[in-house]
């Protein structure tokens, strides 16, 4: 898989909070941010897709675990615009994943790994990250 940005040795943890700003490109179909132990797994895949994968207007969750997708996960809004700035605040608890969008929804994406730090964190496809905030 593509990673546009890497962070590796950078602990989540079970209490903390990730805030995401970044402005999909102008003719962005989707992009993706990922969050696991290593690249090679993924517990919290969050995918918001403008036009792709036969989804329009769309936020996709999922987990990769043992080289598989595991099942979709759709829920929330759609707050996001091609060009725009967006904001995603994860709040990470020991059951689930609460990812909180801009227009007020959000989307509760349970912990399938049930570990309590993550150490990589990706950002793939058509996406500038402007900042991004642990705490």
Known sequence: ??????IKNMSFKVG?????????????????????????????????????????????????QGGNWCEEHREGGFPFHQGEEFKIVIEFTPTEFQ??????STIHFPNRMGAEKYSYISFDGEVRITSFDIK
Do not use: W
């Open 16 to 64: 903390q909070t990730l805030t995401i700003v970044g402005v999909p490109k102008s003719d962005a179909t989707n992009f993706a941010v990922n969050i696991g132990p290593d690249e090679q797994e993924i517990a919290m895949h969050i995918n918001p897709r403008f036009n792709a994968h036969g989804d329009e207007n769309a936020v996709v969750c999922n987990s990769y």
């Open 1 to 6: 898989m593509f990673k546009g940005m890497i």
């Open 99 to 104: 990812v909180n969008l801009s227009d007020g």
